[in-house]
C-alpha cells in the first residue's frame, strides 16, 4: 500500500468518526458577565495550529492580555475587528503580555501559536491567557487602529 493511499484511507476514516483536522480550529468567543472583567482561558497547541479566541469590545475599552506557558516559545497575536493584526507578541521583548486601547467597537481575535521550530516537529503546548477588560483612563491613547 502506498503512503497517499494510506493516507486517504486515514483522513477518510477521521472523517468518518467526525474528528475535524486540527487546521479547521473554529474561534472560541469570550464573554464576560456584567461587572466582571477578567477571564481565564485556555488550551492546548499542537504543531503549527492556531488557537483563536474572540473578544468583543466597545470603543475606547481597554484589553489587557497576559499568556503563560510551561514551555518558551509560545506567542499571541490580536487582530482589529477589520482582521488587520495590531499586535504580535513574537515581535516584542515583552512577548508574555501587551495592553491596548479599542478604537473602533467590534469583535477583536487573539491567537495563541507556537514558534515555527518547535511547531514544525509537531510539539504540543498547554497555555493560559489571563484576559482583562477596562474602560481606559481618560488620559490613555488608543493603541489600536
Not at 468518518?16 to 483536522?21: D, I, R, T
Request: proline share 6%.
Amino acid at each position: 500500500m502506498t503512503k497517499k493511499t494510506k493516507f486517504v484511507l486515514i483522513a477518510g476514516a477521521l472523517l468518518l468518526c467526525g474528528v475535524e483536522p486540527a487546521q479547521s480550529a473554529l474561534a472560541r468567543s469570550v464573554h464576560l458577565a456584567p461587572h466582571v472583567s477578567s477571564t481565564v482561558v485556555s488550551g492546548t497547541l499542537e504543531g503549527e495550529n492556531i488557537v483563536p479566541f474572540h473578544v468583543s469590545l466597545k470603543e475606547g475599552q481597554k484589553l489587557d492580555v497576559l499568556c503563560h506557558s510551561r514551555k518558551s516559545g509560545i506567542y499571541f497575536f490580536v487582530k482589529d475587528p477589520e482582521g488587520r493584526i495590531v499586535y504580535n507578541s513574537a515581535e516584542s521583548p515583552q512577548p508574555d503580555r501587551w495592553t491596548g486601547q479599542a478604537a473602533s467597537p467590534g469583535k477583536y481575535t487573539l491567537g495563541v501559536f507556537q514558534q515555527h521550530a518547535t511547531a514544525r516537529k509537531g510539539h504540543t503546548a498547554f497555555f493560559r491567557l489571563h484576559l482583562a477588560v477596562n474602560q481606559a483612563e481618560a488620559s490613555t491613547t488608543s493603541l489600536l487602529p
